[in-house]
């Protein structure tokens, strides 16, 4: 199995589809918002065209209004992952979800269901900092891996601690179910820092240039504010601009530093990722060097198994 993870931007896609074609490799997504239907602009789905030239699993599989977890993510995943390989070809797993892909790789601890009831409590302490001040002091450590911000994992993290009455940390290290019957080649995408937020602004911009507003309009008039994916970058700050929270140009500025800092959160995530094999360029630029680490490494597994 190869692996190309990275931050948003960085070219992920390009080099899954360029590997894919040589080396006769699917591609898996590991995109939590790519896996709803309809959210299309937002998202940076990879095109139809791409789509046709190397199959691609779990894009469009979950429904606008649905609520879609780690764990499904994990068990759909390694499902494909298995009909990739029975099929005699390589999955390549390829996106920007780090919580996605270590659940798909080194499997979740079988957590609590969710408790509404205090998830709504929570979400009532909207006050700034005080779910992440709470977390620290069920959890430090847990709190020390989830931003501020991020309300849904804080509150995930903080329902955890209340059900199980131990922090979080202590049961992700307990009882995890990792992949089994795979070599993983992992590759990191790290291009300098000015060029990639460079990127990410351009592409902002044109999102809502192609019509994300209008994108966002639909889907608030179809499954209205409260659905999951609604709460993801862009989406989110073309929201605020239909509520009248913010103009146009504030709403791309806004959308534009949150995933400037998404980028740099997913750096960090995968900078702790083991056995990650960072490349600092973007993936455009990278097919030949990742080639050379995938072509030696498809031949050291053949070998292994008796069939090189």
């Known amino acids: 199995m190869i692996v190309i993870a990275g931050p948003t931007g960085s070219g992920k896609s390009a080099l ?18 790519a896996v709803y239907c309809e959210f299309e602009i937002g998202t940076a789905k990879p095109a139809a065209a791409e789509r046709a030239r190397v199959r691609h699993h779990l894009i469009d599989v979950v429904s606008p209004d649905a609520y879609f977890t ?4 994990a068990r759909m995943a390694r499902a494909a992952a298995r009909e990739i390989t029975g099929r005699g070809r390589i999955p390549i797993v390829c996106g920007g979800t780090g919580l996605y892909l270590r659940a798909m790789l080194d499997g979740l601890f079988d957590g609590p269901e969710r408790d509404e009831t205090l998830r709504e409590r929570l979400r009532r302490r909207r006050r700034a900092g005080s779910l992440w001040r709470l977390l620290r002091r069920l959890d ?70 192609h019509g994300l507003v209008d994108e966002t309009r639909t889907l608030l008039e179809r499954y209205g504010a409260e659905v999951f994916a609604m709460r993801s970058l862009g989406y989110r700050q073309a929201a605020e601009h239909i509520r009248g929270e913010c103009s146009l140009a504030e709403a791309v500025a ?22 990650m094999v960072w490349l600092e360029c973007f993936g455009t630029e990278a097919s030949e060097r990742a080639g050379e680490m995938v ?10 198994q008796g069939t090189g």
């Open 16 to 33: 899954a589809i360029a590997l894919a074609l040589r080396f006769g490799g699917e591609v898996i997504s590991c995109d939590s918002v």
């Open 70 to 73: 780690a764990g499904e993510y």
């Open 140 to 209: 430090p450590e847990a709190a020390g891996r989830i931003h501020a911000n991020d309300e849904p994992k804080l509150i995930r993290a903080i329902e955890i601690c209340a059900a199980a009455a131990r922090p979080m940390s202590e049961l992700l290290r307990d009882g995890r179910d990792a992949i089994q019957g795979y070599r993983i080649l992992r590759i990191g995408l790290s291009p300098e820092r000015a060029a990639l937020y460079e990127l990410i602004n351009k592409r902002c911009a044109e999102m809502f240039e």
């Open 254 to 275: 806004r959308a534009q530093q949150g995933h400037r800092n998404y980028a740099k959160r997913q750096l960090t995530w995968f900078r702790r990722e083991p056995e």
């Open 295 to 304: 072509g030696p490494f498809l031949e050291r597994t053949n070998c292994e």
